[in-house]
């Protein structure tokens, strides 16, 4: 059998969000794709604190994070990049003069750093980042964007005409906008020469408006059922949902484990 590289998405691919419950036919899906002798990693917007916090839970050691800027071998982070440096300071600079809230995470950990306490009111019940708050935070300062978080709903948004960064944005609850790298597929083939491996090898599995940057002409795409309708549509194949055995019936569909 020809030996392939299985990159995952974390979030309602691999596990159900927002549990973070990875569903027991997954974990026997990806044991049986080790025992073929194939790779797997990980391929995730998170940062890679959460990606390789994933990757042990599914007994994975190779992570691509970041939204394709960070890459783990073997638990071994080679490197952590981020969003344009320039781009974020000038943005965050433009949103100062519409009095426009927000928060960078610039390290990798679980944190928004920012000015304003009143960003509180806006912060959803399951989102687990810890604010910081500091009156003095200087963009100078900032050495790395790994996100930014602007808030304001789309009626905002729309009604003010505010900018947008760019086109790579989500929106993380209704009154907070995420921008966050999305070059995964940039990554998959880094990841990929890493290995000595052919483009062709991958086989990707996404759910979100994120995996469109994972999904690639050279890859096996697979969208879970779940998945967006955009990603569905530039799919090889869809699978089921991820909490219907959708890993492992694409897998058996392909022939990639043998039972």
Not at 215 to 226: E, K, T, Y
């Amino acid at each position: 059998m020809k030996k392939r590289f299985f990159f995952f998405d974390v979030d309602n691919t691999l596990t159900i969000w927002p549990t973070g419950v990875i569903p027991e036919d997954t974990l026997y899906c990806l044991n049986k794709l080790k025992e073929s002798g194939h790779e797997l990693a990980i391929a995730t917007g998170r940062l890679q604190l959460d990606g390789d916090y994933f990757g042990r839970k599914a007994g994975i050691t190779n992570i691509i994070a970041d939204g394709g800027e960070s890459l783990t071998i073997d638990n071994q982070l080679l490197y952590m990049e981020g969003l344009d440096i320039s781009m974020c300071r000038d943005y965050l600079a433009y949103l100062d003069e519409y009095d426009v809230r927000w928060a960078v995470t610039c390290t990798n950990e679980r944190k928004r750093f920012t000015r304003f306490p009143d960003i509180q009111q806006f912060i959803e019940d399951w989102d687990n980042y810890e604010t910081v708050v500091d009156s003095k935070l200087s963009l100078e300062n900032i050495e790395k964007f790994y996100k930014l978080f602007v808030y304001m709903t789309p009626e905002e948004e729309q009604n003010r005409g505010i900018a947008q960064m760019n086109k790579d944005i989500i929106r993380y609850g209704n009154h907070c906008i995420l921008y966050e790298p999305m070059t995964k597929s940039k990554g998959v083939k880094a990841m990929l020469e890493r290995f000595n491996m052919p483009h062709e090898s991958a086989v990707v599995f996404g759910d979100g408006i994120n995996d469109l940057s994972l999904f690639d002409p050279a890859f096996l795409n697979i969208a879970m059922g779940n998945a967006k309708p955009e990603l569905k549509a530039k799919a090889d194949y869809v699978t089921t949902d991820c909490d219907k055995g959708g890993i492992l019936d694409a897998c058996r569909k392909f022939g990639f484990i043998e039972e």
